[in-house]
Each structure stands twice: as structure tokens, then as C-alpha cells.
């Protein structure tokens, strides 16, 4: 069974701050992982996606990163902001969820906290 | 465009009553998602339906949890009797059979 696990579980860092989300997961027969953003009170937000073929994706300020034998994937957000605030969470996709299932096996999330 | 929409936004409801959601997609989007998630954990599938059929629904309680999603289109998730340990957030998403998910802003269920 999958099992995605995200450290720190909660992260406080100063507005101009680079920073590092890091995600493991268990087994590496994994279709995609991607990482969400959920405000309060609201829906996630797919932030990016990594297919397992690649390495890295980047979006703006955003990179994520993906090593799929070591079971790891690091989300790096450079020059943080105010509004970067939230909860980040990291998502994998398994080859063997089924035909045509798109299941996807949560962390428990970061949360992000950016002091102006 | 129109987000996925969700109704209600909150509900509090008795253990053993019953109660039912009701998620609208993005137009066009073939797949529709239901999560549940409670404090402090990840999103947990709960039904995938593409079109008017269901993909996977390994994670739904079939005992008190039913979603029918009608013409491919709206869906509604019913719990009946609900229990203290249904007290989450359920989530809709909508997808246009790719990976990438559209998520409404959810339904925070309070069981007394």
C-alpha cells in the first residue's frame, strides 16, 4: 500500500526566504506525482506535475523535483511571499490503481507560513 | 470558466441522520472525483465516475455512502446514517481525462 509521507508538517519562514517542501512515498511504481496548494476554506490547487519519465518541472518561483527510485520529491519556492501562505500538498498516482483510475495517494500536507 | 460548484458549504447534522451533496463540474470535464478529507490529513478518494460510469470506488463505504452522477454531468454523495467519524470535507474535482484535477471548494460536514 502507498504511503506518502511530507516534512516538516508545518513551516514558518521570514517574506524573501527560499525554502525546501520534501515528500517520500513509499513504492515507486508511480504513474505521476504532483504537488497541490490548499488555501482555507477552499479547494486544492494543482501547482505542478511531474510525469515519472522526468526529472523536474518549474512554474514561476515554483521547481519540483522528482527522484522516483529513492521515493522522494522536493518542492522549492524561491523569494517566498505573504501570499505563497498555505498548505502544500504532494500527490502520486500509481501505475496499478486500476484501468482508467486516476487515484491519488495524499501526504498529509505542509504548512506554510510567510512572515512579512 | 465556471469552477466545479458545491452545495451545501457547511452542514451539521445528528449521528444516524441522513444527509446529501451535491457537485456540479466544470462544463465538458468527463471525469468527476470525491474525496473525503478529514482535519489534519490528506484528500482520500472516494469515487471516480467517467461519464455516467464508476472507474474506481475501492474507498467508499458502500454500507452508509452512495453518488450517482446523473446524464454524466451533476453528482450527488449521500451518507446514510452518517456517523461522528464522517466529519470531514468532501471534496469535488472534475478532470477532462487528464491528470490534471479541478478541485471546488468542498463541503465541511460537522456530526454531532
Known amino acids: 500500500k502507498q504511503e506518502v509521507t511530507q516534512i516538516p508538517a508545518a513551516l514558518s519562514v521570514p517574506e524573501g526566504e527560499n525554502l525546501v517542501l520534501n515528500c517520500s512515498f513509499t513504492d515507486s511504481a508511480i504513474y505521476n506525482l504532483q504537488w497541490f496548494r490548499q488555501d482555507p476554506g477552499k479547494g486544492l490547487t494543482s501547482l505542478l506535475l511531474i510525469q515519472s519519465s522526468q526529472r523536474e518541472q518549474t512554474s514561476g518561483r515554483l521547481n519540483a523535483s522528482l527522484d522516483k527510485s529513492s521515493g522522494r520529491s522536493t518542492l522549492y519556492i524561491a523569494a517566498s511571499q505573504p501570499g505563497d501562505s498555505a498548505t502544500y500538498l504532494c500527490?502520486?498516482?500509481?501505475?496499478?490503481?486500476?484501468?482508467?483510475?486516476?487515484?491519488?495517494?495524499f501526504g498529509k500536507g505542509t504548512k506554510l507560513s510567510v512572515i512579512p | 470558466e465556471a469552477g466545479v460548484a458545491q452545495s451545501p458549504r457547511y452542514k451539521i447534522i445528528e449521528k444516524r441522520q441522513s444527509v446529501a451533496f451535491w457537485c456540479n463540474p466544470i462544463?465538458?470535464?468527463?471525469?468527476l472525483y470525491w474525496y473525503q478529507q478529514i482535519l489534519g490529513q490528506g484528500p482520500k478518494l472516494l469515487i471516480q465516475?467517467?461519464?455516467?460510469?464508476?472507474?474506481?470506488d475501492s474507498q467508499l463505504p458502500k454500507d452508509r455512502f452512495s453518488a450517482e452522477r446523473l446524464k454524466g454531468v451533476d453528482s450527488t454523495l449521500k451518507i446514510q446514517p452518517a456517523k461522528l467519524e464522517d466529519s470531514a470535507v468532501y471534496l469535488c474535482?472534475?478532470?477532462?481525462?487528464?491528470?490534471?484535477?479541478?478541485f471546488g471548494p468542498g463541503t465541511r460536514l460537522t456530526v454531532l
Open positions: 462544463s465538458g470535464h468527463a471525469t
Open positions: 474535482a472534475s478532470s477532462p481525462l487528464t491528470d490534471t484535477q479541478y
Open positions: 465516475f467517467q461519464n455516467n460510469g464508476v472507474v474506481d
Open positions: 500527490a502520486v498516482r500509481g501505475l496499478y490503481s486500476g484501468a482508467g483510475s486516476y487515484q491519488l495517494t
